[in-house]
């Protein structure tokens, strides 16, 4: 059973830095590209970042509104995928969902999605 569990969500100040992680099971982390979303109520879930497989040279994807400061990378041996998140903005309040890509590469369609964490960027 695939299953997709998110940690390290909170409350920081502006201009801080959390780092999420998605600790996955039910199957084999790299077989997948493997992306963060997030979603605040009210708006479409926005894709915020993929990596994906090694196969596909573990090439990574930004949304223009976190690019250099968001990071994310895959531990294989874990089988986890992380975001690191810097310089914080109050815009990036939100859930966080990491989720299965339905292929290798990242394109933006995804098939199995975790639960979500919260962050909350305020002061």
């Known amino acids: 059973q695939v299953q997709l569990v998110e940690s390290g969500g909170g409350l920081v100040q502006p201009g801080g830095s959390l780092r999420l992680s998605c600790a996955a099971s039910?199957?084999?982390?790299?077989?997948?590209?493997i992306g963060w979303l997030r979603q605040v109520p009210g708006k479409e879930r926005e894709e915020v970042s993929c990596i994906s497989s090694s196969s596909s040279a573990g090439s990574t994807y930004y949304a223009d509104s976190v690019k250099g400061r968001f990071t994310i990378s895959r531990d294989n041996a874990r089988n986890t995928v992380y975001l690191q998140m810097n310089s914080l903005k109050p815009e990036d309040t939100a859930v966080y969902y990491c989720?299965?890509?339905?292929?290798?590469?990242?394109?933006?369609?995804?098939?199995?999605w975790g639960q979500g964490t919260q962050v909350t960027v305020s002061s």
């Open positions: 039910g199957f084999t982390l790299d077989t997948s590209a």
């Open positions: 989720a299965r890509g339905r292929r290798r590469w990242c394109s933006k369609s995804y098939d199995s």
